[in-house]
C-alpha cells in the first residue's frame, strides 16, 4: 500500500534531492512549517492558543516563548522537549496530533536548535 | 415535532456551512445556486435547495418505516413555523465520533462537537444580508478561552440581479476549487481554506447555466495573527458541458511573513448510467518569504475522488490526495487515501463513516475513523 499509493497519484515522484538549503532560521521555520501545521484555528493558533501555546505571529515572540516556556534549549536539541513532541519520544501524544510532520522538517527544526536557535 | 426536538437537542450538545461538491450534476442540478442562497454553494438552502434536500438528495423515509411520499417536512425548522417571505433560517450541527492514530503513537478516542451554527437572510427587493453564528468544534480544549468558541464565520450583505449578476462584501470563504467540505482535505488545509479561514473582502460575479465566474478580494482575517493575515484576491470560473464541470482558479495573497500564489484547475463527470462521478483538483503554488531573502518554494497539491449513488440518500466514496510542501526537497510529501459513506434517510439528517489513511514522508503515517451525525433544521 505504502509503495502504491504514489503510483496512484499524478504528483508522483515530484520531490526532488534535499538541497539542505532551507534556512534554518525561525523566520523561516515559523511560516513555512510550524504556523500552517500547528496554527490551525482549534489548536495553536491566536485564536485557541491550546495549552497557551501560540505557534502564529511575530517570529522574535514566538521563539522567545518557545524558550521561556522550555519547549526550546538554544543550542541543545537532546534536550528540547519540543522534539519530543514532534518525534513522539517520552510524551503520550505526538505532535501534530492528526497527522506527523515530515522527519525532513523535524531534522530542519533539530538543525535550527543545534545552532542556536536563531531569530 | 420529534424530529425537531431531536434537532434541537443537537444544536445543544454540539459546534461551515457547507454542500458536498458531488451534489452538483448528479442530482440533475447544474449550479450549486440553485439549491444555495451563497452564489458559490454552500450554507442556508434556498426553497428549491429544502424541496431537492427531500425529493432528490434524501432518501425520503427512515428505513424502519417507509412509505411512497416524500416525508413533507424539509421546510425550515420542520415547518414547525411558518417564515415570512424575507426571512430565511437554518443550521448545520455536526457530532462525531472520532479515533486517529499516528505511527508508533497511543490510538486517541474524542466525541468531537464539531459544529453548532445558526444560518440566516433577510432579503428585500435583491439585498439581502446572511450571516452565521454558533459554536466552533474542537477536540482538546486545553486552556482555551471560553470566549474563543463563539464565532460567526460568515456575514454579509449580498446584492443579487436578476440577470445572473451579484456582488456581496462582508466576510465569507472565497470561491475557489471544488468546495470540498472536509477541512483537513490538503487543497483545503495548505492553501488557505481551513476552518476558519474566511476573511473580509469584496465579492462580485456573474451566474449563467453554462458558466459562473467569481472575483473576490480579500483583506482581514479576525482569527489569524496579523503576520499571518493575507491581503489579496481570489478568482474561479467554471464551465458546464453536459453532465461536466470544469473550473480553473487563482489566488495571491500576501502578508506579513510570506507571499503566495496559487493557481490550479478542478473537474468533475458525472456518469450517469453508472452513478458515478469522478471530480478532481490540482493546484500549485509558490511562496516566497519576506524576512529571509532569497526563500521560496513551490508545492502541488491534489485531491482525485470517486463518488457512487447506488440508490437515493446513499453516498459511497473514495479519494487520494497529495501535498508536497516543497518540490525541492525530498520526503516531505504527503499522500492520503479515505473512503466514506454518507447516507441520508431524510431531509435534515445525515450519518457519515469514513476512513482515511495519512503517509508522511518516508516513515510516518496516521489514520483516522470517523462518525458523524449531521442535523441541518
Known amino acids: 500500500m505504502r509503495r502504491a499509493l504514489p503510483a496512484l497519484l499524478l504528483a508522483a515522484g515530484c520531490g526532488g534531492d534535499d538541497p539542505a538549503g532551507r534556512p534554518a532560521e525561525f523566520s523561516y521555520i515559523l511560516p513555512a512549517i510550524l504556523e500552517p501545521t500547528c496554527a490551525t484555528s482549534g489548536c495553536h493558533s491566536e485564536l485557541s492558543h491550546t495549552a497557551r501555546l501560540v505557534l502564529e505571529g511575530d517570529p522574535g515572540v514566538v521563539r522567545e516563548s518557545l524558550v521561556a516556556k522550555g519547549f526550546v534549549y538554544p543550542g541543545e536539541p537532546e534536550a528540547s522537549p519540543l522534539l519530543y513532541f514532534l518525534r513522539g519520544t517520552y510524551v503520550r501524544l505526538r505532535m501534530p496530533p492528526d497527522a506527523p510532520l515530515p522527519e525532513g522538517d523535524v531534522a530542519l527544526i533539530e538543525r535550527w536548535i543545534a545552532e542556536g536557535a536563531p531569530p | 415535532l420529534r424530529d425537531a426536538l431531536w434537532g434541537a437537542a443537537m444544536m445543544l450538545l454540539a459546534a461551515r456551512a457547507e454542500a458536498y461538491p458531488h451534489f452538483q450534476l448528479s442530482t440533475g442540478v447544474n449550479r450549486c445556486s440553485s439549491c444555495h442562497y451563497a452564489p458559490a454553494g454552500g450554507g442556508l438552502l434556498n426553497g428549491f435547495g429544502r424541496f ?258 447506488p440508490w437515493r440518500g446513499v453516498y459511497l466514496g473514495a479519494a487520494h490526495e497529495f501535498f508536497d510542501e516543497d518540490l525541492a526537497v525530498r520526503d516531505v510529501e504527503r499522500h492520503a487515501a479515505g473512503a466514506w459513506l454518507s447516507y441520508l434517510p431524510r431531509a435534515h439528517w445525515e450519518v457519515f463513516a469514513g476512513g482515511r489513511l495519512q503517509l508522511v514522508g518516508p516513515s510516518d503515517q496516521a489514520s483516522v475513523a470517523m462518525l458523524m451525525l449531521h442535523y441541518y433544521p
Open chain 2, 52 to 309: 431537492e434536500s427531500a425529493d432528490e438528495v434524501s432518501g425520503r423515509n427512515w428505513p424502519w418505516r417507509r412509505s411512497p411520499a416524500p416525508a413533507g417536512d424539509e421546510k425550515p425548522l420542520h415547518g414547525a413555523v411558518a417564515l415570512p417571505r424575507w426571512l430565511d433560517l437554518g443550521g448545520d450541527a455536526r457530532l462525531a465520533l472520532l479515533t486517529n492514530k499516528e505511527s508508533d503513537a497511543s490510538r486517541e478516542w474524542h466525541v468531537i462537537p464539531m459544529q453548532a451554527d445558526l444560518h440566516g437572510r433577510l432579503a428585500l427587493s435583491g439585498f439581502s444580508l446572511n450571516g452565521t453564528a454558533g459554536l466552533r468544534g474542537t477536540s482538546r480544549p486545553r486552556d482555551q478561552p471560553a470566549s474563543s468558541y463563539f464565532v460567526s464565520r460568515e456575514h454579509y450583505l449580498m446584492w443579487q440581479g436578476e440577470r445572473g449578476w451579484y456582488a456581496r462584501a462582508g466576510r465569507f470563504m472565497p470561491p475557489f476549487g471544488l468546495g470540498l467540505v472536509d477541512h483537513t482535505a490538503y487543497v483545503r488545509r495548505y492553501l488557505g481554506f481551513d476552518l476558519l479561514d474566511e476573511s473580509y473582502g469584496g465579492s462580485a460575479g456573474y451566474l449563467a447555466d453554462r458558466f459562473e465566474l467569481h472575483a473576490t478580494g480579500f483583506f482581514w482575517n479576525p482569527y489569524v495573527a496579523r503576520e499571518n493575515d493575507e491581503r489579496g484576491g481570489t478568482a474561479y470560473g467554471e464551465v458546464r458541458l453536459g453532465p461536466t464541470a470544469w473550473g480553473g482558479s487563482f489566488r495571491f495573497g500576501d502578508a506579513d511573513a510570506a507571499r503566495r500564489v496559487i493557481g490550479g484547475v478542478t473537474g468533475k463527470v458525472w456518469l450517469t448510467r453508472a452513478h458515478v462521478m469522478f471530480l478532481g483538483e490540482g493546484d500549485v503554488a509558490r511562496q516566497t518569504f519576506h524576512d529571509v531573502p532569497g526563500a521560496g518554494r513551490d508545492q502541488l497539491a491534489s485531491y482525485l475522488g470517486v463518488v457512487y449513488r
